[in-house]
């Protein structure tokens, strides 16, 4: 039941996209598009038909000779528009090529650290009897499929964050996109280093940046201007417009108009685009609710800024 698309290009079986049984049971209209997102970087510019080269000799024929002349003069300059069409596709898919195996490399690097974390998180867990709240028998997973995945293993099992449904735009989008996989995994950790901040917060003087630099706990997020913010720049919290989008939801114990300003945000990826997603979230750790409530998940276009 589980698919992998081999696109064109010499590599590695397994570098090839895959998805799993279940995400192609479960959700087949997204396991289509997102192959249709993919297929479509490598779809060529398309020549004139065949039956072009047939009916341009006749043509030729029944015009003039100065259409003759310019007939043959555009053919000229479209071989030669060709040609160029063809290196800049072949400079393309080499591009393409090399986007693709750099994204597999990363995704086996994030693997691999993934499972590391998960290890010295068991050790710790056996060492202090503690552990995630979790069936028994079961636990999370290092790494998931897609955005739509973390955001429900989040709401099932992450007790100290909150995701509500009104938080989440656009995962439909993100999950089709070529990065999917790799955003997906990003926003898997992140909300997990929310969650454990959040459990930790009691005990812990500082605020989630303070926590990710000095915590020393497993599940952290990089405290780096490149990965995470605490507040939003002057200028874009001195625009009406942009602020307003930034008045996200929230457990209403927290605000009773079920709305609050949130500027701390993870930057899941640095590129992407406006589709480069992100996770706004407030710190009610010390509040009523004793939890990081996440107002936002989501391609960067719909929280713009002033370069935006």
Not at 16 to 25: D, K
Not at 207 to 223: Q, R, S
Not at 233 to 242: A, I, P, Q
Request: charged share 35%.
């Amino acid at each position: 039941g589980a698919a992998r698309l081999y696109l064109p290009g010499d590599r590695a079986p397994w570098r090839h996209r895959y998805l799993t049984a279940e995400v192609v049971r479960r959700r087949p209209r997204e396991a289509g598009e997102r192959f249709a997102r993919l297929l479509a970087r490598f779809i060529p510019a398309r020549r004139a038909p065949g039956v072009y080269a047939t009916i341009r000799p006749l043509l030729r024929r029944v015009r003039a000779d100065t259409d003759a002349d310019l007939l043959e003069l555009a053919q000229i300059e479209i071989d030669e528009k060709n040609q160029r069409i063809d290196e800049l596709q072949r400079q393309l898919q080499e591009a393409d090529d090399r986007y693709v195996d750099v994204m597999a490399d990363q995704e086996e690097l994030e693997l691999e650290l993934a499972r590391e974390r998960h290890k010295v998180r068991d050790l710790l867990g056996r060492l202090d009897g503690g552990g995630d709240d979790l069936p028994p028998g079961w636990e999370l997973p290092v790494m998931v499929e897609s955005v739509s995945e973390a955001v429900e293993l989040a709401r099932r099992h992450l007790g100290h964050v909150v995701v509500p449904e009104e938080a989440c735009r656009d995962l439909d989008t993100l999950d089709a996109a070529l990065e999917s996989r790799q955003w997906a995994n990003g926003i898997w950790r992140g909300l997990r280093a929310l969650d454990a901040y959040a459990r930790d917060a009691a005990g812990f003087a500082g605020g989630f940046w303070e926590w990710c630099e000095h915590g020393g706990a497993v599940d952290t997020w990089p405290a780096t201007t490149k990965k995470l913010a605490m507040r939003e720049s002057e200028t874009v919290m001195s625009k009406e417009r942009l602020r307003r989008c930034r008045e996200l939801p929230v457990d209403r114990r927290v605000d009773p108009s079920g709305q609050i300003l949130m500027e701390a945000h993870l930057k899941i990826a640095e590129g992407g685009g406006d589709l480069a997603p992100r996770i706004y979230f407030y710190d009610d750790t010390k509040g009523p609710t004793g939890k990081v409530h996440v107002g936002f998940v989501g391609p960067h276009h719909h929280l713009p800024n002033t370069k935006a």
